[in-house]
DNA sequence: GGCAATAGTGTTAACGTTCACATGGCTCCC
DNA sequence: GGGAGCCATGTGAACGTTAACACTATTGCC
């Protein structure tokens, strides 16, 4: 049993014990047609009594190539954002390429620049940032990061290519559900301003209540907490006892639906009886709360399975041709939170 | 304005504009003592005026350090992992540390195989695995995967150093608080029987009730997800109905205790006017649930970073000493949903 | 004033791969 | 029978960095 003294092997070690050039030993694991088969043998027997493994260093050195993809991930305590990642991984370990991440707690520019910066000292060969922040997109845009870069719900028109789920058309959806039901109108409670898909969201809702023809009232803005969502879901209740009509509210995310249900009870007021209640994400629980939840449901692990197509086509073409974008449905997954209106 | 044609500028092209040697150039861009001051300057200059960065692989290479930990994560849908995921990032990202990450959906032996076989590859200096199933620390244990490598979660005695957050005393402190509330026994939701937390929950749950000489049910199994919840919490009213005296459950983790939370209400039963009901983990949702979720919470940033100062330290010093381990304590958050057992 | 230590810099050789090219030997076909 | 072409293999030079050592001034000290 050949040995390396303690050193980890190297290709020349394993050429000489399978009596061969290292550069054979480097056709073999890289299966290279023109390799004699009893030669093939010799060698990857030399690899495994020897238990040599190739040094990825060296290759990239040479090659330039790290297969190292990066990924900039904000506020993974979210559902969203933890599960495209999970997305986005698979997808890369699928295509042969190593994934690292980095998480940008702070939107700010000179956070994202030091994250930005942890993955071009990486030499990473492309990145995917989920940048569901406005000012995350332009922060971004401005820097001279890794490229090319994908964004993931990232909004049009930031210069490089987006993947994401069709906010507006998910939020149309939800409005005509609770309109179709008999409601004369919606109301909202909204995500982070500064969030681009909260703003997407509220833009959709507004757009199907203008294009009914229906009253279109102030949405109430929350930051996507169970906590606004409850503070809210008491504002609203006031309104209603101050004679407004509430019947219908359309909550841009699931987990501050937990809070307005919350609230709605504890205001004495029955959801679906008197308040209809439509969230949006689709989180796990959503089916089991009480009642089940009305939701529009993202298919996170498809966005991120997008991006990472879109990042993949722009390492294949390297041409600067307009970057496509890759849009995901969102569909409504109708339950027990909305019904029609009172009489 | 110097140009290096195109190509990515190297240190000797840093040195040729500094007029210095490419060594100089290593020794300003690494910090090393003895260079005059004025020159530091002219090869700072240099670098910023070619936008020079350091090839990290020529770097690793040369060095034998690659920088980069790895990190195995399982079931990132679900809150715990994907929390600790970030802690963990965040705690390499402090001390230096690139991460690459894999997922491996797949427990068994073949499926964690292949993905540590990826981080192998990939030269990472160590690893830290999510490893809350039994199966796959085994598989882990005996696997030839990078070292070092330290768990989460994984139980002691796997033969690397383990973090997590003390479950048992988690499930002890919520059943004692039920009983001192003046509940006769406590009736228990487990989580997946092949997970390590779900077996140490059980295991406080009933050492708990036997140190107080109660009756130890029958835990009823579920699988974190809510809908089991729901079923078993259905199962848990029937029991009631049947005569059987249910008033205090304790459930394996939030996500199920929605499940129950549904299943109670629709049977007619008041939480916790009939049936008090303790979950574990604290989702951000749990204090909005109807009625507020009381629950255990984990901390698993710190377990995260727990988990990452035990993998530096075994960097450190490789000794082969005995394996310290790291544990975080749960705290108890009394909400409303438990309450003295009905008169 | 001389000798050792030290600050500042340069030269050369690794690190472990892949790439480009060179070298034989063989087959094929006119 | 002799060159064109292919197969199987080897040789040497990259890739871009750091480590080891060598070298020259300068300083400190008796």
Same mark, same amino acid.
């Given at each position: ?206 757009? *199907? !209540? %203008? #294009?009914? &023809?229906?009253? @279109? +009232? ?10 606004? =969502? ?7 209740? *006031? !309104? %209603? #006892?101050? &004679?407004?009509? @509430? +019947? ?10 937990? =809070? ?8 004495? !007021?029955?959801?679906? &009886? ?70």
């Amino acid at each position: 049993m050949p040995t390396t003294g303690g050193r980890n092997p190297v290709m020349s070690d394993v050429a000489k014990v399978a009596g061969v050039s290292h550069q054979t030993v480097s056709r073999v694991v890289n299966g290279h047609p023109n390799v004699r088969e009893e030669t093939v043998a010799r060698v990857r027997h030399a690899i495994s009594e020897l238990g040599y493994h190739p040094n990825s260093t060296a290759r990239a050195l040479v090659t330039r190539r790290t297969n190292v993809l990066g990924a900039l991930a904000v506020d993974t305590t979210l559902f969203g954002p933890s599960q495209t990642l999970a997305g986005i991984e698979q997808a890369a370990r699928e295509a042969g390429y190593f994934l690292s991440i980095v998480s940008a707690d702070d939107p700010s520019p000179d956070g994202v620049a030091e994250a930005m910066d942890h993955l071009v000292q990486q030499s990473v060969e492309g990145c995917v940032a989920i940048a569901p922040q406005r000012e995350l997109v332009h922060a971004l845009a401005a820097l001279p990061g890794p490229r090319p870069l994908v964004a993931v719900e990232g909004g049009e028109g930031a210069g490089f290519p987006v993947a994401g789920v069709d906010q507006e058309q998910g939020a149309r959806d939800a409005v005509r559900h609770l309109l179709d039901l008999g409601h004369r109108t919606v109301h909202h409670i909204s995500g982070r301003s500064d969030w681009l898909e909260a703003e997407a969201r509220v833009h959709g809702w507004r757009e *199907e !209540l %203008r #294009a009914a &023809g229906r009253t @279109v +009232t102030e949405p109430l803005p929350g930051d996507w907490s169970p906590r606004s =969502g409850y503070e809210l879901g008491r504002r609203l209740a *006031e !309104l %209603r #006892a101050e &004679g407004e009509e @509430v +019947t219908a509210v359309f909550v841009a995310n699931d987990q501050m639906a937990v =809070g307005v249900l919350k609230a709605l009870h504890e205001a004495g !007021l029955g959801v679906p &009886g008197d308040v209809s209640v439509v969230g949006f994400d689709d989180i796990p629980e959503a089916a089991y709360l009480t009642p089940a939840l009305t939701t529009v449901a993202q298919d996170f692990t498809r966005v991120g399975t997008a991006a990472l197509e879109l990042l993949l086509g722009a390492l294949d073409a390297p041409s600067a041709d307009a970057p496509a974008d890759r849009t995901v449905p969102a569909v409504l997954r109708v339950r027990d939170s909305s019904a029609p209106p009172p009489a």
